[in-house]
């Protein structure tokens, strides 16, 4: 949680699901998915470099 200059809260509810291959990562997603979760799939890669 963070506060703006505005001291109003900002929420991020965000989490990284990681683990190696075949882990089930993707049946996670897709499950919480099922469950009306938001998703956002992307790689680490595109924050890293």
């Known amino acids: 949680m963070m506060m703006n200059k505005n001291s109003s809260t900002i929420n991020n509810n965000w989490y990284v699901i990681a683990g190696g291959p ?10 919480l998915h099922k469950l009306a979760y938001n998703r956002s ?8 470099a």
């Open 41 to 48: 799939c992307q790689t680490l890669h595109r924050f890293l």
């Open 22 to 31: 075949s882990t089930g990562k993707s049946t996670v997603i897709n499950l």
